[in-house]
C-alpha cells in the first residue's frame, strides 16, 4: 500500500499476478499504479483472472465504500474507465483540467499512439514472435497440458485480431520498422519535453521528473507512456522492443525519473 490522501474508497488493484514488489507485464496495469500514486491514493494489489474482471482485460479494480463496508463492492474495469470513474468521485486529480484544447488533443493522440498502435505491434512481438515465453509467462498459474491448450486458443484469437486489424498483415521488416518508428517518435519528444523543462529551471538539473508534453506537471498521456515504456523494459517476451528501448536516452531517463519519485518501492527493470 502506498501513502494515502484518500478517504473514502478502499481499493484493490487487480494486476493479472501477485508479484509483490514488482511491476507485472501489462502496459495498462502500470499506466493505472503511476495514476494513482500521481494523486498519492492508498491502494492494495491482488492477481485476480481474466474470468473475474468485468470487461475480461487486466487491469480491474474493486472499490468498496469506508464508511459503508455493509454495501457490495463494485467492479470497474478498463484503465481508462477506472480512472474517469476515481477522478469523478473525487479520489484522484483530473490531470488534463487546465489544459487548452489543443494540448488536450495532443494528449489524447498520444494515448491513441501507445496504447491503440504500439499495442498491436507489441501483441503481435508477444503472442507470435515469442509465443513460449509469453504464454508461459500469462499462463503460468495453469497446469502444462492447460496451457498448451488455452494457449492454442489465445494465438488464435490474436492472429485474427491482428489479421483484421492490419497488423499482422504486415512483414516482419515491415512490422519492426513501424514499432521501431514509434519509440524513436517518442524519443523525439521526450528529449525536446527535457529540454524545455531544463530550461524552464535554468539549466540546474535536479533531477526532477519531466513531462511528454514538455509542462511542468504530468498528463494522462505520461501515465500511458511511462506503462508502454516499463512494460517493453521489464517484459522478456519483447526483446527487440527491450533492445531498442534501452538505446533511446531520453525515453530511459523519462521512466527512471518517474519510477525513482512515484514508484521506488518496484524492482526497477535492468
Ligand atoms: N483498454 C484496456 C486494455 C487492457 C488490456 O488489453 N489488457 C491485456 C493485458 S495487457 C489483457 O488483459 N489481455 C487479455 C485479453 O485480451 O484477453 C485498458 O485500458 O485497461
Redesign the pocket.
Known sequence: MTDSNTPSLEITLFR?WSDKGCYV?????T??ELRLRLSNVSYQTAAGS?RA?P??????VEVREKDQPSLPTSAV??????AKYLTERGVIDDLNANLDASVKAQDLAMRALV?DRL?FFNMRERWIDNFYIQRDH?LTALSYPLRVVVGLM?HR??CQTLHGQGTGRYSADEARRFREDIWTSLHGLLEESRKKALERCGGADDGSCFWCLGGDGPTECDTSVFGFVC?ALIAKSSPESKEFVRNLPAVLDYATRIHGKYLPDYEKWD
Request: proline share 7%; charged share 15%; no cysteine.
Open positions: 493479472g507485464w501489462s502496459p495498462f496495469v499506466k493505472l481474466m474482471a470487461t475480461g482485460k487486466i487491469p480491474y474495469g478498463d484503465s481508462t474507465l477506472i496504447e499495442y500469462v489465445i484469437t490474436h512494460s
